[in-house]
């Protein structure tokens, strides 16, 4: 026997033998019909088969536990501070098998469907949670991520449950990418505070929400002295981004009158962008307030809201709030952003201000420039009174640059403290705007740009927004360079939060100098969102 052929035998035995070899010690495999507890779990034809093994098990740095497409788990699934990853080897569970199976589904009854609490470094995708129904005795939330830092969750569908689709509660450094959390009671995606939890400042930092979809969150029907049924909310959190996410057809069915809703909002937090987003059709329960687009509310500091798309909503197209009790409300941008006829149930305006301490100056400094209202309904900006009839007339508002289209007088209320320059104000019955409130303005001229029609305007993926061929000036139109120079990027970067990372593949876009379909700005400016 020659030695080459010794050496072709040696690699055909390590070949064979390979055949039979599990693979790495960290990879484990979840199969709900053919698996067995007391395999190794280490490879597919030995899969382990319950979420009882998954939760008794601790998982480290490195390891990867996969679920079985087309298959359905009863239960729930539990990591601790002893489930983590690592700066080098993070911790994954996500789904194997046949890619035109649907994701593996959990099923948790009425119980949550996925908690991770104090642990670190982990990424869960693409798996499907489902509560038993907001009505149908759930009473939890469904994928819950507590005292975590360097999460990960994407390509996740979460519904069925009473309280929250997502709640993130007093985490760090958490990604929700291309999530669709829709049909909960509560709220789709929410950050705040946990609970029991007394730590001071902002619990939860560096949050990003992307891609995410958040539709028919109807209302939590056990919640009877509060809001419920929005689409986001981002609460108690220091720096986050929100971005190219939807929210429709959120709080038809909050149970109770008041305070209600919205599509997408933050309150009690700082350096928030909301940014890219589409919010349509949200309700408030008949009688009930709010059920808007967007609102920055109570305690908001430093945070933008830009390139947005709102319309059709039961509230304003963008609410800019300050209840009782909060810390001051102060330092945001709204720019670059579209209403078209919001406040349908409510307020009849496309930006509703309102404070509810109307003798404090607890709601101030806000610039609002280069966005479009048009409302069919009533005026584009209303400031509110309160019962006494105290009017919001809060200090520090300047408004520059925007189109403002209505049927009724433009502005509604008081705001004998808000400064206005160089908007277009055009009634849409073509009477005289009996309130020139803006010594630059351009009064009685129609705007000049492809006006929405009723079969072209109710875009619904965000992803399209750039291709909006609806808003866009003419070329004669009385809007092009009659607008104020502002230092948009100077503005903006003043605002956009720290620490965050943008988009599925990280990437940094901060905005700044560029319109609604991301072209540099003119000079002089135009009015409007070109």
Same mark, same amino acid.
């Given at each position: 026997m020659t030695e080459k052929t010794v050496f072709f035998l040696i690699l055909a035995g390590c070949a064979a033998c390979s055949l039979f070899q599990d693979e790495p010690a960290n990879t484990f495999y979840i199969d709900a019909e053919n698996g067995n507890d007391l395999n190794s779990g280490q490879i597919a034809t030995k899969a382990w088969q319950t979420l009882d093994k998954v939760n008794s098990t601790d998982f480290a740095p490195g390891s990867k536990i996969f679920f079985k497409r087309g298959q359905t788990w009863l239960g729930s699934i539990r990591f601790d501070q002893n489930d983590s990853g690592s700066a080098s080897d993070p911790l994954e569970i996500s789904a194997y098998g046949n890619p035109l199976f649907a994701n593996p589904e959990i099923r948790s009854g009425n119980e949550y469907g996925f908690l991770l609490e104090g642990s670190a470094r982990v990424k869960v995708n693409r798996l499907s949670l489902k509560g038993a129904g907001r009505k149908q005795g759930n009473t939890t939330s469904g994928l819950i991520v507590r005292n975590c830092r360097n999460i990960i969750l994407d390509s996740l569908e979460v519904s069925g449950y009473q309280k929250d689709g997502v709640e993130i509660l007093n985490s760090e450094k958490v990604r929700v990418i291309r999530v669709d959390a829709s049909n909960n009671g509560s709220t789709g995606i929410r950050t705040g505070r946990d609970e029991n939890s007394n730590s001071p400042g902002y619990p939860v930092k560096n949050i990003y929400i992307g891609y995410c979809t958040t539709n028919d969150n109807a209302g939590n029907p056990e919640i009877l002295e509060n809001h419920s049924g929005s689409g986001i909310i981002v609460s108690s959190t220091d720096s986050a981004v929100v971005e190219y996410c939807s929210a429709a057809n959120n709080g038809w069915d909050m149970p109770r009158q008041g305070n209600g809703p919205v599509g997408i909002w933050a309150h009690d937090a700082n350096r928030i962008t909301i940014r890219y987003c589409i919010a349509y059709n949200n309700e408030s329960s008949r009688g009930a307030s709010d059920g808007g687009g967007f609102d920055l509310d109570g305690g908001v500091t430093n945070s933008i809201v830009q390139y947005n798309y709102s319309y059709d909503n039961n509230g304003a197209g963008y609410g800019l709030f300050q209840y009782a009790g909060t810390s001051v409300w102060e330092n945001n941008l709204i720019r670059f952003n579209i209403s078209y006829n #919001?406040?349908? &149930?409510?307020?009849? /305006?496309?930006?509703?201000?309102?404070?509810?301490?109307?003798?404090?100056?607890?709601?101030?400094?806000?610039? =609002?420039?280069?966005?479009?209202?048009?409302?069919?309904?009533?005026? /584009?900006?209303?400031?509110?009174? #309160?019962?006494?009839?105290?009017?919001?007339?809060?200090? &520090?508002?300047?408004?520059?640059?925007?189109?403002? =289209?209505?049927?009724?007088?433009?502005?509604? &209320?008081?705001?004998?403290?808000?400064?206005?320059?160089?908007?277009?104000?055009?009634?849409?019955?073509?009477?005289?705007?009996?309130?020139?409130?803006?010594?630059?303005? =351009?009064?009685?001229?129609?705007?000049?740009?492809?006006?929405?029609?009723?079969?072209?305007?109710?875009? +619904?993926?965000?992803?399209?927004?750039?291709?909006?061929?609806?808003?866009?000036?003419?070329?004669?139109?009385?809007?092009?360079? +009659?607008?104020?120079?502002?230092?948009?990027?100077?503005?903006?970067?003043?605002?956009?939060p720290s620490g965050v990372s943008r988009g599925p593949a990280g990437n940094r876009d901060d905005g700044g100098d560029v319109n609604f379909w991301g072209k540099p700005l003119n000079e002089p400016a135009n009015i409007g969102i070109e």
């Open positions: #919001d406040g349908e &149930g409510n307020e009849k /305006a496309g930006i509703y201000i309102w404070t509810a301490e109307p003798g404090k100056d607890l709601l101030r400094n806000c610039k =609002i420039y280069n966005n479009i209202i048009i409302n069919e309904l009533g005026s /584009a900006v209303k400031y509110a009174t #309160d019962g006494s009839g105290q009017a919001s007339d809060p200090n &520090g508002f300047e408004f520059s640059n925007n189109i403002f =289209i209505s049927k009724e007088e433009p502005v509604e &209320g008081t705001g004998t403290h808000s400064a206005y320059s160089n908007n277009l104000w055009w009634r849409l019955d073509n009477k005289p705007v009996s309130k020139r409130l803006d010594p630059k303005g =351009i009064y009685g001229k129609e705007p000049g740009m492809v006006m929405p029609q009723p079969h072209n305007y109710r875009l +619904t993926d965000p992803a399209q927004l750039k291709n909006l061929e609806l808003f866009k000036l003419f070329e004669n139109s009385a809007c092009k360079g +009659t607008g104020k120079n502002i230092n948009s990027s100077r503005e903006v970067l003043l605002v956009l």
